[in-house]
């Protein structure tokens, strides 16, 4: 649930369960990480084949935010895959080779127009869900890629968009905490450091708010308790986001899409006491997008 404290307080943290709707046991354990822990927001995947799962548990626990997790790769489509064959494959899937989609996006015009429609396609799909939309933002982060943000910005302000995650990883912070690849992280945030840059623009030019840092970009899917709890004493002042992918159990379509995300150990951190205790210590308020 989340924790309002005092206005004054410089440390805001939204906590994000992705990939809902997934799987079941992934839309089981956003909606309990919510009612039992910590976890403030959910990104839905209007693609994904427990949809209406995840929709009716949404309906069901109305102040878990939810956004759209706008999904252009490694997944399915809404759209009719003829009716956007050349960002498909033969199965009507989408390609799980980002980079080549990436360029294919930037530099093709009928890519551009088939990606549009889908991303019309996906917006029109959360709304008709009835649910409040508190922001958006894409799977594996594909919203980083300026042609990406641009449709999403375009078609999302005729939705009511008002909130988009900015994937911005503080390397040192983020190394301090996991005492890991430390020359990974600097490597990413170096390579991304343009793309970022250029997304913080947009989205002032848009007048969309974002959050000003976000942790489990490197640690995708090993964001356990003592990692968390790592951040959250290592937390810079603003507006962060922790990317978290919660589920109670393993299933086909976890182990197909993630076989080495540690889903469950993700979870038992977010329903457990320490970290609601580690919150209290640093005086951190939990958010959601819609409360920017």
Not at 84 to 108: C, K, Q
Not at 201 to 210: D, V
Not at 285 to 290: D, E, K, L, S
């Amino acid at each position: 649930m989340i924790k309002k404290q005092a206005k004054g307080n410089l440390k805001k943290v939204i906590i994000t369960g992705d990939d809902f709707g997934l799987a079941r046991p992934v839309n089981e354990a956003i909606v309990r990480a919510h009612m039992e822990g910590i976890l403030t927001s959910a990104s839905l995947m209007t693609g994904g084949e427990f949809f209406a799962d995840a929709v009716e548990r949404a309906r069901n626990h109305p102040t878990l935010r939810v956004g759209l997790h706008l999904t252009l790769v490694e997944g399915r489509p809404v759209s009719p895959p003829e009716t956007i064959p050349d960002i498909v494959d033969s199965n009507g899937e989408f390609s799980t080779r980002l980079a080549r989609a990436g360029f294919r996006f930037f530099f093709l015009p009928r890519i551009r127009r088939q990606l549009e429609t889908e991303i019309r396609a996906q917006f029109e799909a959360f709304a008709r869900t009835g649910l409040p939309l508190d922001h958006a933002d894409a799977h594996n982060h594909m919203h980083l890629h300026p042609t990406v943000l641009g449709l999403m910005l375009k078609t999302g302000k005729e939705y009511g968009l008002c909130a988009v995650r900015l994937p911005k990883e503080p390397p040192l912070r983020s190394w301090r905490a996991a005492k890991r690849a430390l020359a990974a992280r600097f490597a990413s945030a170096s390579f991304l450091a343009p793309w970022m840059l250029l997304m913080k623009r947009t989205l002032r030019r848009a007048g969309i708010k974002c959050n000003d840092y976000l942790f489990g970009m490197t640690d995708s899917g090993a964001m356990t308790e003592p990692l968390l709890q790592n951040i959250l004493r290592n937390l810079p002042d603003g507006v962060t986001e922790l990317c978290c992918h919660p589920a109670v159990s393993r299933s086909a379509e976890i182990d197909r899409a993630m076989p080495l995300y540690r889903h469950e150990d993700e979870f038992r951190a977010l329903t457990g006491d320490r970290l609601r205790r580690t919150l209290d210590e640093v005086q951190a308020q939990t958010i959601a997008f819609g409360d920017l």
